[in-house]
């Protein structure tokens, strides 16, 4: 549990080390823009924050290889990578989160909004195996159904 | 003057339009509270969006109910499956559950919601008697105390929430902070951190930002393949448990107070609420070894303080407009789309306000303790529900929760970004309610922050010359130090 942890904190200091040099640069170029006295610029409370940021992740990331090192750490990542992409759950999690990225970006921008959502709610429940096709055909139905009508008729709520 | 305005506020709840309103959002706020996964903050920032057409008195109705019945909800879900239906009902699972296995679930989901809706009382009360007086200690607040209030709100969320780590906890509110830095300055107009992009300028939406946080890492977490059993409801005689809640009227009252308290902290929700009541009461107990193998009152505690922290999180909405926990965040956005202002001068501008809200509260609390005595039958049948089925429409509600505020597409793939983020917050073990307050306190920090250098021209020598300031110096210092465990050594070093 403890590995666990120090792993968590030593993959996520690495990305908000990033997160915070990225902030930092784009801070200073506002500032260039703006062209202001640096306290009365619009990049003062960035940079304060992305300071801020950079010496808690350093601070997070020297908490995360006090003990075995940056090696054990890697060690570890190696590890846990291996065994997440032979995990079922892992792949099912990726495929769910693949769906919804489809229904979001592409099935709402070129279909209405009644036919993506039924798509989207069928194939995702058929996917995860939530019963006979004809149960998840009839429950499709009738939420997509209840949805539209509860928003764009009894509430009179734009639909995307 | 009071009174006529609690009279007015009860009239207007009581007009059938509006009682059909409560009622119905209170069952949709315990429905939704009972279903693992849907947290209470969802519930409002999902609600949020429908009440749009609603007049202003209804919608807020309407999203009181909903949050006092998702918080009061998640109990059932603790109860009969072991699993929280919403975070602030996990310290209600430790004796809640050993007593569904002994077939006493039936009396231990009437004790925690007839506690659930005590202990919303007693923060009604609470927030008619501390709202004024917070109200007017804010009229005192300047730039400067603004600016540090909003630092030690992210600071103090970030170190009871982040479960021993509160590196994370305050890494997760400065990002909060940076992300309400994007769009244009309030004070300039400059664009920050826009790329060119005129949705971004205009500052990313807060509803969307909530359900991504809160919404999508729970749908994603769900997929997982994971066995439930859900244990049955049992008969049981309602004297039996008035004679518990009798028994327990001083863990009641104590748990309660421990609500309202810490839900007046800045961003610190329900289950922290429900964990330090659950700790005082074992604490307190003569017997401490029976918590966690059926203790009725671990449960009434828990579910007191959990409930409470609703009226407790409320008062700092009222007077300082900051929120007290995740879901009155949602709750403080509902009140500003409607056309509210809470904040310091509420009480001078719109002083019935506090008495709706306090009357919407009571009726609520009362509403969910009889819905939930009549739906009690029916909860193993909501609690059977597959997540197979239940988390694809989530995900569809929360494309329609994004888009409905602002009518933009823009707003729901802003939702679908915050929800990757906050999918990752979850999997780091971060808490995701330090950077709910830093996204809703971050303009705050950059308007108030900057007005106060500007009229001291580029002096911090006046926040240490303010008394009020000196209070959150002294605190925001001690938080940081007391995590480094500098007061420790000193005690040792004593010794």
């Known amino acids: ?160 | 003057m009071a009174i006529t305005y609690l009279l007015q506020s009860f009239g207007a709840v009581l007009s059938p339009m509006n009682l059909a309103v409560l009622l119905i959002s209170t069952f949709t706020g315990l429905v939704m509270g009972m279903l693992p996964g849907l947290s209470a903050t969802m519930a409002v920032a999902l609600l949020t969006g429908l009440t749009y057409s609603l007049s202003p008195t209804s919608a807020i109705i309407s999203l009181i109910g909903v949050y006092v019945g998702a918080i009061s909800g998640g109990c059932q879900a603790a109860i009969l499956l072991n699993i929280p239906g919403t975070p602030a009902s996990a310290a209600t699972a430790l004796d809640g559950f050993p007593l569904a296995k002994q077939g006493k679930g039936g009396l231990a989901v009437f004790l925690a919601t007839t506690a659930s809706c005590i202990g919303t009382l007693i923060s009604v009360i609470c927030v008619l008697a501390f709202t004024p007086l917070l109200t007017k200690l804010s009229l005192q607040f300047g730039s400067w105390e603004f600016f540090l209030l909003s630092l030690f709100g992210v600071v103090i969320c970030g170190n009871l929430t982040s479960k021993g780590n509160a590196v994370k906890g305050w890494i997760s509110g400065i990002i909060g902070l940076l992300v309400a830095q994007v769009g244009l300055d309030q004070v300039d107009a400059f664009p920050r951190f826009a790329f060119g992009n005129v949705n971004v300028m205009a500052g990313l939406a807060l509803i969307p930002i909530m359900i991504g946080l809160f919404g999508f890492p729970e749908i994603i977490k769900a997929f997982k393949k994971t066995e439930e059993h859900v244990l049955k409801i049992s008969k049981f005689k309602v004297s039996e448990g008035f004679t518990y809640i009798r028994q327990n009227t001083v863990a009641l009252i104590r748990s309660s107070l421990i609500g309202v308290c810490v839900g007046i902290i800045p961003g610190v929700g329900e289950d922290v609420g429900g964990w330090l009541s659950y700790w005082a009461t074992k604490s307190s107990s003569k017997d401490p070894e029976k918590f966690g193998t059926g203790e009725m009152s671990g449960v009434i505690s828990a579910e007191a303080g959990n409930n409470s922290c609703i009226g407790g999180a409320i008062i700092p909405i009222l007077s300082l407009a900051v929120p007290g926990s995740a879901p009155a965040a949602v709750l403080l956005a509902a009140f500003m789309m409607h056309g509210y202002r809470p904040g310091p001068l509420l009480m001078n501008e719109s002083p019935e306000f506090l008495y709706m809200v306090c009357v919407d509260l009571f009726m609520a609390a009362v509403a969910m303790w009889m819905i939930a005595q009549l739906v009690a039958k029916f909860s193993v049948k909501i609690l059977g529900v597959k997540k197979e089925i239940l988390m694809p429409i989530i995900y569809v509600l929360c494309i329609v929760g994004s888009y409905v505020i602002n009518h933009l597409m823009f707003d729901v793939k802003v939702m679908f970004f915050f929800g990757i983020v906050g999918f990752f917050l979850s999997m780091m073990e971060f808490p995701a309610a330090p950077f709910l307050l830093g996204v809703i306190l971050g303009s705050m920090t950059d308007s108030n922050l900057r007005r106060a250098l500007t009229i001291s021209e580029g002096s911090f020598m006046p926040m240490f010359q303010r008394p009020i300031c000196l209070v959150f110096l002294v605190a925001i210092l001690a938080l940081i130090l007391s995590q480094f465990g500098v007061f420790e050594k000193l005690k040792r070093k004593k010794v």
């Open chain 1, 1 to 160: 549990m403890e590995a666990k942890k120090k792993l968590q904190d030593f993959l996520s200091s690495i990305v908000v080390f990033a997160v915070s040099i990225f902030i930092l640069v784009e801070s200073y170029k506002i500032y260039l823009k703006a062209g202001k006295v640096f306290y009365l610029s619009a990049a003062f409370v960035p940079v304060l924050l992305g300071a801020l940021l950079l010496v808690l992740s350093v601070v997070l990331f020297l908490g995360s290889i006090k003990e075995g090192g940056v090696s054990a750490r890697t060690t570890e990542f190696q590890e846990v990578w291996q065994a997440m992409v032979k995990d079922n759950n892992s792949l099912r999690m990726l495929t769910g989160l693949i769906m919804m990225a489809i229904y979001t970006f592409v099935l709402l921008e070129i279909l209405p909004f009644w036919l993506a959502t039924f798509l989207f709610m069928f194939l995702l429940m058929f996917f995860l195996d939530a019963g006979s096709i004809t149960k998840i055909l009839i429950i499709t139905a009738v939420m997509d159904g209840l949805i539209v009508f509860l928003f764009q008729v009894c509430f009179r709520v734009p639909l995307p």
